[in-house]
């Protein structure tokens, strides 16, 4: 009279039948860890704005890497500041660049690490656009597209397992396959940053990349965060011209984005956990307001089970940890 029949709580009565019925998991082995990468020796710079990240020489890039790879992470998206800066980001696509120094060092130190970079013009440029621009002053989608296959290329030639071009041209993911195919780098996967929102969760990269635009914005390029049909819009046309996993970015304000784009295609789906949400947690945790490791566990699963196969995440050396590896 009046009691329950069906009580869901028997379910949740031990740590033992949660685990047992538990319908999302969070392992080390989906999740990648980004990584600054700076010229010279010897260098070790804080980021401000993002608490436990570091601005590192190829050196102690490598140093780094070998403690990660101790925690069992696995996989690196790798960012590189250039030495010198120009109007077309040509040091991007420099063999002897940052980048591919990096990257050839941490092959040579953990052949097993799989090393995906970043392809973009954003910090390679003295505008800090994401592309050429035109006498005008307006980003030349066709020529930014010949200069970011170039950049790719140069990735794999350094022996990069993965590019993730993350400027959001049209066309660039096909312009980038057919350059590698070109070149013989077949097996070379392609991460598209498919669904990148102009969002301003970015703002603590934007620090640690030196990649602020120095005028106007990036919302001719990236999406509008009010879009969700567009989104699946530009994984279509992403598939269609040769990508082999899509990414939806920023992470936790765009779950629902991470569900759609998982529910309309086979594809292995990646959030990624920008910046701005890492620095969030990390100045409340500073201040006591809130419990790091529970807000951070509680995020990437949400991610998970919104449909995100990995995660990139500043996170990941303390997941490791929290997680007992
Ligand atoms: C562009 C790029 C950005 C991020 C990754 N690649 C910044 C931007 O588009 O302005 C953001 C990553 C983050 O916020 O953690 N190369």
């Known amino acids: 009279m009046g009691f329950p029949v069906n009580r869901p709580r028997r379910l949740r009565a031990s740590e033992t039948i949660r685990a047992l019925v538990r319908e999302t998991d969070l392992q080390v082995d989906r999740l990648i860890y980004p990584l600054f990468a700076v010229p010279g020796r010897d ?93 005008d002053g307006r980003i030349d989608n066709d020529a930014t597209l010949e200069q970011l296959a170039r950049v790719a290329v140069s990735h794999a030639e350094a022996g990069a397992d993965w590019v993730a071009p993350s400027d959001m041209m049209d066309g660039r993911v096909g312009a980038i396959r057919r350059a590698l195919d070109e070149a013989g780098y077949t097996d070379t996967a392609i991460l598209s940053y498919a669904v990148k929102y102009a969002s301003a969760f970015y703002g603590p990269f934007r620090e640690a990349a030196h990649s602020a635009p120095a005028f106007g914005d990036r919302r001719t390029h990236q999406m509008d965060p009010a879009n969700v049909r567009e989104a699946l819009k530009e994984v279509a046309l992403d598939i269609e011209e040769g990508a082999d996993l899509v990414m939806v970015k920023p992470a936790l304000a765009y779950l629902d984005v991470i569900r759609a784009v998982r529910q309309q295609f086979p594809l292995p789906v990646v959030a990624y956990n920008v910046s701005g949400e890492y620095s969030m947690v990390k100045a409340a945790a500073e201040r006591g307001w809130v419990d790091e490791r529970a807000v951070v566990l509680e995020s990437l699963t949400a991610m998970r089970r919104a449909g995100a196969d990995a995660i990139i995440t500043y996170h990941a050396p303390d997941v490791a940890r929290w997680l007992g590896n």
């Open 43 to 135: 260098v070790l710079e804080p980021v401000a704005a993002m608490p436990g990240v570091e601005h590192r020489s190829v050196d102690r890039l490598v140093e780094r890497a070998r403690e990660i790879y101790g925690l069992g992470i696995r996989a690196v998206l790798l960012f590189g500041l250039p030495e010198t800066k120009d109007e077309r980001g040509s040091e991007a696509a420099a063999p002897d660049g940052t980048v591919h120094q990096a990257v050839r060092a941490l092959k040579d130190a953990l052949p097993d690490l799989l090393v995906i970079t970043d392809v973009c013009l954003c910090a390679y440029t003295t505008h800090g656009h994401c592309g050429v621009l035109t006498a």
